[in-house]
């Protein structure tokens, strides 16, 4: 068994957001994540975050943005189980779903995707199924906002989140994509596309964050 999930389980619920917290202040400020999230997302949007995991980095944008609500989805079996209270208003959270899912139940399209540290998680072979999806949402909503949040790797902070992912998260597949990386997949899959860089890798490198858009 990975050691994250060890870790968790012998500390509690609260002991181990409060490391986690921490542990993951190593890799990114998750207030400067936020500040460059918030800066590219639409007034009043209802934002799509894929993904979403335990939700911790969503409590930070929803703060700086009290316009936004959102909708959290993931795979796995929990999703948002550290979203604060205070958010729980403007937040819904779909466990066991993935994108595809989410359009094939016709639930409400959202104005913005978000994809926030999950592309590096998606191996390279896997990444075009992910990448259809979001197309079936572009063509059905022309205004769509795709935001991307990952890690330029080559440092030795992104060195050491690989590690991370792949011995303390315990994904084995995980796969470091750099912004060229990004851009070059997304016009390929999704057609010309405006981008807007936001300031994020100047301000926390090697986390950037990228908003595309038509």
């Keep these: 068994m990975p050691l994250g999930p060890v870790v968790r389980s012998l500390l509690g619920t609260r002991q181990a957001r409060r490391l986690g917290r921490r542990y993951r202040a190593i890799f990114v400020d998750l207030t400067k994540e936020a500040a460059a999230l918030a800066a590219v997302i639409p007034p009043h949007a209802h934002l799509l975050d894929v993904g979403g995991g335990d939700g911790e980095p969503l409590n930070y944008l929803l703060a700086q943005r009290t316009d936004v609500h959102v909708t959290t989805i993931d795979p796995g079996p929990v999703v948002g189980q550290w979203i ?28 913005v995707i978000l ?23 572009l063509e059905r909503v022309p205004r769509l906002r795709i935001i991307v949040k990952d890690v330029e790797p080559g440092s030795w902070r992104a060195r050491l989140g690989y590690w991370s992912d ?24 999704l057609g010309p596309l405006h981008r807007e860089d936001t300031g994020l890798y100047e301000a926390d490198p090697p986390n950037y964050a990228v908003a595309f858009f038509r």
């Design 115 to 137: 994809l926030a540290d999950v592309l590096h998680h998606v191996p390279e072979s896997a990444r075009l199924p992910l990448l259809r999806s979001i197309s079936v949402v």
């Design 166 to 189: 792949r011995y303390v998260t315990g994904d084995r597949q995980v796969s470091p994509i750099s912004r060229e990386r990004l851009v070059q997949l997304f016009e390929e899959s």
């Design 84 to 111: 604060e209270a205070r958010f729980a208003g403007r937040v819904r959270c779909l466990p066991r779903t993935s994108l595809a899912d989410y359009i094939a139940k016709g639930l409400p399209a959202p104005d």
